[in-house]
């Protein structure tokens, strides 16, 4: 009842002209900018050559032998590696979805005069280390909605656990989903159109193959709902002046 209460008295406050206009003008400039070509471009689907820039820029990646990123030597920590990563969803699809793994190739195998012929699903390389994963996440997060968090009540790890539990979720969705792509495909509708970064239809992570320093490797993409992106841009704001 207290709640009730509370966000009754919130709701019925008035806020001083000044700030209700702020927030006005602040929503009507983001949206302005999300409609020039060029920041649309980058922001509802996120160019290779954008991510190729990003992550070399990024003072807390080195290149390792593989030709992927890692953290620096002095950031290497058993922390890092409790983030949930591309690898463990894919993990999760080859145990509860392997339809969203692909067609194996099939994989003959001796053993003395027999021949077994075994399905095999290679798993693609990895941008990175979780370290590499949940910081470009963080990234992503933060160019979009200008803070590294978006869930208030859930620390980064849990939020990208989440995050990618819905996107699993849409990859069960037979009519409305995603289930008529497989592991690492651009994210698209069934119609063929693509997904906007900032009209999804679910807040998520989907790991997307995509060109980074000359090789073909998985990238979590972060996809936002056009709800949590025009109201959650400025919450101390935005979400006042309604």
């Known amino acids: 009842m207290n709640n009730l209460n509370q966000s009754k008295t919130l709701s019925s406050r008035k806020l001083p002209l000044w700030r209700r206009v702020t927030g ?6 983001l949206l302005f900018q999300w409609t020039s070509p060029a920041v ?4 509802e689907f996120l160019p290779d050559d954008v991510i190729n ?8 990646f080195q290149v390792n032998a593989k030709g992927t990123y890692s953290e620096l030597d002095f950031l290497k920590s058993s922390e890092s590696t409790r983030y949930y990563s591309a690898e463990d969803f894919y993990q999760r699809l080859y145990e509860q979805n392997i339809a969203m793994l692909g067609e194996p190739t099939m994989v003959p195998i001796m053993t003395g005069d027999i021949t077994l012929v075994l399905p095999i699903h290679e798993q693609p390389k990895l941008v990175g280390s979780t370290f590499v994963q949940s910081r470009y996440i963080r990234t992503q997060i933060w160019q979009m909605l200008g803070r590294s968090l978006i869930f208030a009540d859930k620390t980064e790890a849990q939020q990208i656990q989440d995050l990618y539990n819905k996107a699993f979720t849409q990859t069960t969705l037979k009519t409305t989903g995603f289930s008529h792509l497989t592991y690492g495909d651009a994210l698209k509708y069934p119609s063929g159109d693509a997904v906007s970064r900032i009209n999804a239809p679910a807040d998520m992570i989907w790991p997307e193959k995509r060109v980074i320093r000359g090789q073909t ?13 025009v109201l959650s841009s400025d919450n101390t704001i935005f979400s006042e002046c309604f």
């Open 24 to 29: 006005y003008f602040s929503i009507f400039i």
């Open 40 to 43: 649309a471009s980058v922001i």
């Open 53 to 60: 820039q990003e992550l070399a820029s990024d003072e807390h």
């Open 217 to 229: 490797v998985i990238v979590p993409i972060l996809y936002l709902t056009i709800l949590r992106t």
